[in-house]
């Protein structure tokens, strides 16, 4: 990073800090463009926030204060969380960076205070998921008659809370079509950071497919798993979810359930992997672009950031129709040119989502 980024003061808003995923870790790196900045964030873990941001100043917002057992139901709450956001004052920041999924694109900064949204996704229960959102709640009517007149409520707040960002930037060009459509904001695409050098290229094949994520029906694995079901395949599941006992009650022999693992074990398995599977529809996709550092090639539904990160017939193959007659027609095709893909190859392109290419292109953005 360039010394000539001037802002004295920064600030970094975040919505919860209760685990590492995605959106913690581009967090992460943005302190790595501003070390000194100060993180804002509704509720946190302090154990997790311990271990990963040690050194910086966390500001929690009243929730936090709250018993433990009532922070473990924040999500309950989330019509405070607007409220929240706009309470913490930026007074003192020359620069507000917001990464936000829901609500901190909605804080309230002043006229000499520069603000950057980095959007992670639109709120998708208020917008594309709105309806699927409301059939998975396992409420009564009147409930969920309650739910839908907070979450019309919240809608209206979300869009003119969109409208507060200086700056919008967007983690995929799929995000940027759904805030252009949503929000009516232009935006710039900055994809998230990716560990590329943790991870090593190799070419050892152990002859399973593999999935990395959660376990949720918007993910689209029950797709695949009947697929595998279907041709034999070994197939292993790295992930857990609401969904796990469905799939499990459904699979076959060849096809293994790992569960939750540790970040080294997931590379251990993707350095093993003969693919990666991709099959749902997701705004970016991180595991895409991890099983390409380990030059292995990606089958993806064609759909979302899959589309963008992945190169057919040079890093992975695509399937472009949701339904299983697709799915295998294209797997086929994907295994008769599977001599083509070359580890190196993938593994180069795998590199243009590095840590070290998001934080040029941020330095390029705010300077």
Request: proline share 4%.
């Amino acid at each position: 990073m360039s010394k000539s980024i001037t802002y004295k003061k920064v600030a970094i808003v975040h919505e919860f800090l209760l685990k590492m995923g995605g959106a913690e870790r581009v967090v992460k790196s943005m302190l790595k463009a501003f070390p000194d900045a100060d993180i804002y964030t509704l509720v946190y873990d302090e154990e997790l926030t311990h271990a990963n941001f040690r050194g910086t100043k966390i500001v929690g917002s009243g929730l936090q204060k709250w018993p433990q057992f009532i922070r473990n139901k924040y999500r309950l709450f989330f019509p405070y969380f607007r409220r929240a956001v706009e309470y913490w004052d930026f007074s003192e920041y020359d620069l507000v960076i917001s990464s936000s999924s829901a609500f901190t694109h909605g804080v309230v900064t002043n006229l000499n205070t520069k603000h950057v949204c980095y959007y992670h996704s639109p709120t998708r229960y208020l917008w594309d998921w709105h309806a699927n959102y409301l059939k998975e709640m396992t409420i009564g009517s009147l409930p969920k008659l309650v739910l839908s007149y907070l979450l019309s409520a919240q809608r209206t707040w979300d869009f003119l809370a969109a409208q507060r960002p200086d700056l919008v930037l967007a983690n995929s060009a799929h995000v940027q079509k759904r805030i252009s459509k949503f929000y009516r904001r232009e935006s710039a695409v900055l994809y998230p950071p990716v560990d590329v050098q943790r991870f090593k290229v190799t070419e050892t094949d152990k002859g399973y497919y593999l999935y990395v994520g959660a376990l949720s029906p918007y993910k689209n694995v029950e797709l695949a798993v009947r697929f595998f079901n279907k041709i034999g395949h070994p197939f292993k599941i790295i992930g857990d979810g609401k969904q796990a006992p469905f799939l499990k009650s459904i699979v076959k022999d060849n096809i293994e359930f790992l569960g939750n693992l540790s970040d080294q074990e997931v590379e251990d398995y993707l350095q093993n992997c003969k693919a990666l599977i991709f099959p749902g529809e997701e705004d970016f996709g991180i595991a895409p672009v991890e099983a390409m550092a380990c030059g292995k090639p990606v089958f993806a539904y064609k759909r979302g950031g899959a589309a963008k990160t992945v190169k057919q017939g040079e890093t992975g193959w695509f399937f472009k129709e949701n339904n299983l007659y697709n799915f295998e027609q294209e797997f086929a095709e994907f295994l008769r040119n599977f001599d083509q893909f070359k580890p190196k190859t993938i593994r180069k392109w795998a590199e243009g989502f590095s840590e070290e290419k998001f934080l040029a292109h941020l330095y390029d953005t705010l300077s």
